[in-house]
């Protein structure tokens, strides 16, 4: 036991060392970004202080010009252009020219980037808060749970694991390579094109970018025509970090326009990443096809949130309400079909209103309200149009939450947060994304009736299980066709960034996030060599030579044998005739009429 003694302590002093490591900061340097832009500060220009109304009779696209405005305030705050696709060619030919110089540089000099992002966003987190409040309505809390905190946990988890993952993998050569080295290398793809979505502008950007950058690629970002403001401004968070580390100038390209924007990124780079709605996502998929682009694809989601009858109902209410409303009411966590034990329906749905007829909506960064606006115009319509479906087929709507007004003059751009009882899956508001602040809550009575309801949907993105056997919720959660599972929480898979994400059916494939969607991003190179390079390499034997000898078959079919078969005593004899092809002492076989 004595020789042990020297190992624990050298033991404890490589974790005492360590420890001491941690408490020296690393030397980040910090970057300057012109916040002029986002800066509200009450001195804007008449120009950009006025209340936008939406054109009528003719698009934005028309006009060339994507329009940003506050959704929760109608305030304007200006215009981006919509580059044409000749405009959006010269953006990728820049990218790939900069990305040629990007794959030789090292994983330290990509970490450090990732520092220096990490070190602004963690020093900025109300500044970016409030340019994603107000370019798409949802609270400062949304802001920093749904964007911040997955942004920085991403940024680490790549600064601990990223280049572990992108290491040469090797792999077992097999039985008849045995004398070979076998491995998996990761190469750069190239130009990374993504299409992103307005939920959640500073993360949808950021997690691709974060990806495709420490991966040896470049990236060109087309951001949603409802969050080009904010998108433009996180844009400038990138250059001037990339610019801290002397990364080349373009490599990371945002783009702003409308579908002839975004058609034309699509057939121009080396792999596509998009998050939508399904029929965009089809149409990317087309034009995609035509070059043979590879394609990642995040779609939309119906989350089943199920809670059998022995969970602490108060605790599991506060989550249900969290789920839906995430997001000041847009709805981007997912959780909309919400299916609970008759045992406990009744006290579910009672406590779950309550929360609810507490919770107001109004202009986020007012500081009095619990959801901001809906991003999209007109959205609210389709959401009343559900829930009136809901109504004439027998549902009952069990409380509404309360919302006010900015402005006379400003667009109706909220939805107040709703509760709905005696819903089934006949109506529209349980089979169709909904994207918004309602809580459709349905009966079941056996754990394989709740599967089956959640199973009962085109989308199978995600879903969330309550139950106080853990081992119960598992065994439930295990039979839904989805792509990311919560076992008694919600969303803690979108905080995970190990973790792939994506979903199943029409809410789409392949995955990004975790080692999945960083490998992703790159060419997957198979590579076999000599393992004792020169003494031992291939030789073809001399029965299959050319011209190859009458009995070669002969030999084929016993080194089968003896590499493959089951029979040990079989094999050895294959052993014995293989050893006889090869020394020239095997006779042919005799040719049988």
């Keep these: 036991m004595a020789f042990l003694w020297p190992l624990i302590v050298l033991a404890f002093a490589y974790a005492i060392c360590r420890f001491l490591f941690m408490l020296i900061p690393p030397n980040v340097p910090s970057i300057d970004v012109d916040v002029s832009d986002v800066l509200d500060d009450g001195n804007q220009t008449q120009e950009n202080s006025f209340i936008y109304i939406p054109p009528r009779g003719r698009t934005q696209q028309a006009d ?31 990218a790939r020219k900069a990305q040629k110089i990007w794959a030789k540089s090292s994983f330290k000099q990509r970490r450090q980037f990732l520092r220096i992002l990490l070190n602004y966003i963690v020093k900025h987190q109300q500044l970016i808060c409030e340019t994603s409040s107000r370019d798409t309505g949802k609270t400062m809390v949304d802001a920093s749970l749904g964007e911040i905190m997955t942004t920085c946990e991403k940024i680490t988890w790549l600064l601990s694991e990223g280049e572990q993952w992108l290491k040469p993998e090797y792999r077992s050569s097999g039985r008849s390579m045995f004398y070979k080295k076998s491995k998996v290398e990761f190469h750069p793809l ?26 040896g690629n470049s990236i060109v970002i087309k951001v949603s025509e409802h969050a080009s403001w904010s998108g433009c401004f996180y844009f400038q968070i990138i250059q001037s970090a990339l610019a801290a580390v002397g990364a080349p100038e373009n490599l990371v390209e945002v783009i702003t326009g409308f579908a002839e924007t975004g058609e034309a990124l699509v057939s121009s780079v080396d792999k596509m990443i998009f998050v939508g709605s399904p029929g965009v996502g089809k149409m990317i998929m087309r034009n995609a096809s035509e070059t043979l682009t590879p394609v990642t694809l995040e779609l939309g989601g119906k989350d089943a949130f199920i809670v059998c009858e022995d969970v602490d109902v108060d605790h599991v209410a506060h989550i249900a309400v969290r ?21 406990i329906y009744s006290s579910f749905v009672s406590k779950v209103a309550k929360i609810v007829k507490s919770v107001s909506a109004g202009p986020p960064l007012a500081g009095k309200y619990d959801m901001g606006a809906i991003c999209l115009q007109e959205h609210s319509e389709k959401l009343e149009i559900l829930v009136n479906d809901a109504l004439d087929k027998g549902a009952k709507i069990v409380v509404r939450g309360s919302f006010g007004y900015i402005s006379e003059g400003a667009v109706d751009q909220f939805f107040p947060p709703t509760v709905i009882e005696n819903v089934d899956h006949t109506m529209k508001l349980m089979q169709e994304e909904a994207f918004g602040p309602i809580l459709p ?23 969330a299980v309550f139950s106080g056997s853990q081992r119960r919720a598992r065994k439930i ?38 080692v999945e969607g960083l490998r992703a991003c790159c060419l997957v190179k198979s590579v076999v060599e000599d393992r004792w390079w020169p003494f031992i390499k291939t030789k073809i034997p001399k029965p299959i030579q050319y011209p190859v000898a009458e009995n070669s078959f002969e030999f084929q079919e016993s080194l089968v044998e003896c590499l493959y078969g089951l029979d040990i ?3 050895l004899r294959a052993l014995v005739n293989v050893i006889k092809f090869l020394t020239g002492q095997h006779s042919p076989a005799t040719v049988r009429s």
């Design 569 to 571: 005593w079989d094999r």
């Design 64 to 94: 060339r010009k994507v329009q940003c405005y506050e959704p929760a305030t109608m305030k304007y705050l200006g215009y981006y252009p919509a580059l044409t696709p000749v405009e959006v060619n010269e953006r990728v030919a820049q």
């Design 190 to 215: 190239g130009v990374i094109g993504a299409i992103v979505s307005w939920n959640y502008p500073f993360h949808n950007i950021f997690n691709p970018m974060l990806a495709a950058v420490f991966s």
């Design 441 to 463: 809550i349905m009966k079941f009575s056996t754990d394989e009736e709740a599967v089956k309801l959640a199973n009962d949907s085109r989308y199978g993105l995600g879903c």
């Design 323 to 343: 789920a839906a409303l995430q997001s000041s009411g847009q709805n981007c966590a997912g959780a909309e079909r919400f299916y609970v034990h008759r045992d």
């Design 477 to 514: 959660a295990s039979q839904i066709h989805c792509g990311v599972v919560a076992i008694n929480d919600f969303a803690s898979n979108y905080l995970c960034q190990s973790l792939p994400f994506g979903g199943v059916k029409d809410s789409g494939f392949g995955r990004f996030a975790g």
